[in-house]
């Protein structure tokens, strides 16, 4: 079981809406973590009238990794900051398709066999959304992008799932949740990579008081088109949901030695400063570069990974709330070395590339999914994937906390059976009164 909480802890100490409306229309707005009225419940009187119902995917595999069906809700044990919580709704969903909704089989009658019967359900099992951050995908890579959706797409949509498709830049698509993966495919034949190479990181980039701006307000707009989907699937009860996250990472403030010493010259073009080593010439001085308060002053820039981390963060929570799992992946799978025409010294390209790639390792991990980051081993991890989406239980139970000013609390889910391996997340955090991202008004 991944320990969410950790993960978002280790990440914190490193230092680590084209088409919104469109796809998540019909979708109710509400919270997954919502408030319901509680079954008897008096009408009258002044006690609050409603208590939050909280849901959450729970995978159960024995020794031998093979998924555990036969489960009840007497089998399973939750904790809600240590507090035990009574089960109130069970969904298991196997192979992908709702087998049933806790609803009891017919008896057998004596001295006939008959197959046990399966409450099947209209609503599809699993959700699948493609996010194409097309805004942190170079133009050169669009044709392996194009392929590796499809590839994807073709791994993990069944018969029955329902798709859907978003991307944001100037060629931004959108498709509506559809049961025809052809829409998806079609669409995504229009999608162009509008990404920043490493020079134009170093060359083109309007530097802020906070670092590059542009770069700021890339990030952000696809950290706002996502969770505009995740507001609008956690409408959708009861199901997988699953958005399949495709982009290049992020990093706040890439290059930030390359960006220091470059001068503009009269043609307008940009051109590095000479490093001045004995310290006596007309370039910038080894000891500029390296003392403790020029590092500081150029990464000024040393809020840009606070920024980053925070909006992660809050992603992540949204994500939880809505009861949806991000799977990360980068379509250009293992790079060794930067190409030969981004001219970027290979220390400082290999320091953007982990930062980037962290940041998608740590949105996946923080709402328990996988990122398929610097590799080519897509065929398994994709298997993988398709695993975790296709047998699960979907747990839900009443608060027995009514606090809402308590946003963070932990969870742990457990079996009373022996041998069990439990897959779940260990944390949830309540929406802050007025949502997410900017929505909060801004205090005295």
Do not use: C
Not at 45 to 65: K, M, P
Not at 365 to 383: A, D, K, Q
């Amino acid at each position: 079981m991944r320990n969410l909480p950790a993960i978002r802890s280790r990440f914190l100490r490193a230092g680590l809406g084209i088409g919104i409306a469109v796809l998540v229309a019909g979708l109710a707005p509400a919270a997954q973590a919502q408030t319901e009225q509680a079954p008897g419940l008096p009408q009258g009187g002044t006690f609050r009238s409603g208590v939050t119902l909280i849901r959450t995917d729970v995978i159960v595999r024995d020794a031998n990794g093979a998924f555990i069906p036969d489960l009840t809700p007497a089998d399973f044990r939750i904790l809600e900051d240590g507090v035990p919580q009574e089960v109130a709704s069970l969904i298991l969903v196997h192979g992908g398709r709702v087998f049933n909704q806790l609803v009891p089989p017919p008896p057998v009658h004596e001295g006939i066999i008959l197959p046990e019967r399966r409450v099947q359900s209209q609503i599809p099992g699993r959700i699948i959304v493609f996010f194409v951050d097309a805004m942190h995908l170079e133009p050169e890579v669009t044709p392996r992008v194009r392929h590796f959706v499809k590839e994807v797409a073709d791994t993990l949509v069944h018969d029955g799932d329902l798709v859907g498709l978003i991307s944001n830049g100037p060629a931004g698509k959108a498709v509506d949740l559809t049961y025809d993966l052809q829409h998806v495919k079609s669409a995504v034949d229009g999608i162009v990579g509008n990404g920043m190479t490493p020079r134009d990181l170093i060359e083109n980039t309007q530097e802020g008081p906070d670092g590059p701006g542009e770069l700021r307000w890339r990030a952000h707009r696809a950290f706002m088109t996502v969770n505009g989907v995740l507001e609008g699937l956690s409408g959708i009860q009861d199901r997988r949901k699953v958005i399949i996250y495709i982009s290049t990472g992020y990093d706040l403030n890439p290059f930030a030695l390359q960006r220091l010493h470059r001068t503009p010259l009269r043609d307008g073009i940009l051109r590095e400063r000479p490093i001045d080593l004995a310290g006596g010439g007309s370039g910038i001085s080894e000891r500029a570069l390296t003392s403790p308060f020029n590092r500081v002053e150029r990464q000024g820039a040393v809020f840009a990974d606070g920024e980053l981390i925070s909006e992660l963060a809050e992603l992540s929570d949204t994500a939880t709330r809505a009861n949806t799992t991000l799977y990360t992946m980068d379509p250009r799978g293992l790079i060794s070395s930067p190409d030969i025409d981004y001219d970027v010294p290979i220390d400082a390209w290999r320091e953007y590339m982990m930062a980037a790639r962290s940041s998608l390792r740590t949105l996946a991990e923080l709402t328990g999914g996988i990122s398929i980051v610097n590799t080519n081993n897509f065929s398994e991890l994709l298997r993988q994937i398709d695993a975790e989406t296709s047998d699960y239980y979907v747990v839900g139970y009443y608060t027995s906390n009514p606090d809402p000013t308590h946003r963070q609390r932990s969870l742990r889910v457990t079996v009373a059976r022996d041998g069990l391996e439990v897959q779940a997340r260990d944390s949830y955090t309540l929406a802050r009164m007025g949502g997410d991202f900017g929505d909060v008004p801004p205090g005295p």
